[in-house]
């Protein structure tokens, strides 16, 4: 048996969704409120203020980051294959974080930019010290964000053939193949 989220937890994902969802404008205080099913004093126990709200949605994305760039740092396949392969949007708790986050950046939050600044700087810190090469690591920094933001924005499957797929879909196998020839291979 599991046992339900907390109110706060609850407030989080209300406020997640509503950012995904109907974007920043409708994710008002009272809003989240209603769709966490928790009065405006119960939101307002846990957030003190809409600002308060996105700082929490800031800490949650960086705990989720932070687990993510562990799994990275000891992939077998190395880091660059890791963050290509996971950039394809699977709707897991840390993609629809980063959605909601994405949706906040795109405003004048100065805060949730700097954080996606510092995470992205530790992913390619991280495929850096594998590939040894700047230009190679920027090069699969943004092969990987292509994927997110294509598969983000616009839904486009994945599949594991060797070309895209008639719908368009794309071949993250294929990508990776192009990855171990820029120079990541496996680890040693």
């Known amino acids: 048996m599991t046992?339900?989220?907390?109110?706060?937890?609850r407030v989080l994902q209300a406020y997640e969704d509503l950012l995904i969802n109907d974007g920043p404008r409708a994710a008002t205080l009272d809003a989240v409120a209603a769709a966490a099913g928790v009065s405006k004093g119960g939101l307002l126990y846990h957030f003190k203020s809409k600002e308060a709200l996105t700082a929490g949605l800031i800490e949650k994305m960086r705990e989720l980051a932070e687990a993510d760039f562990a799994l990275m740092a000891k992939d077998p396949e190395g880091c660059a294959n890791y963050y290509v392969r996971t950039s394809v949007f699977g709707g897991t708790t840390f993609d629809r974080t980063v959605v909601a986050a994405m949706r906040l950046a795109q405003g004048d939050d100065?805060?949730?930019?700097?954080?996606?600044?510092?995470?992205?700087?530790?992913?390619y810190q991280l495929i850096l010290g594998d590939i040894q090469d700047a230009a190679v690591a920027r090069a699969v920094?943004?092969?990987?964000?292509?994927?997110?933001?294509?598969?983000?924005?616009?839904?486009?499957?994945?599949?594991?053939?060797?070309?895209?797929g008639p719908d368009g879909s794309v071949d993250v196998r294929s990508l990776l193949t192009v990855v171990a020839r820029m120079g990541s291979g496996a680890r040693t």
């Open 110 to 123: 100065t805060t949730v930019r700097a954080a996606f600044s510092e995470m992205h700087e530790r992913w």
């Open 141 to 164: 920094m943004l092969i990987g964000d292509g994927l997110y933001y294509n598969a983000a924005l616009f839904g486009l499957p994945t599949h594991a053939g060797n070309d895209a």
């Open 3 to 9: 046992t339900p989220p907390s109110a706060r937890a």
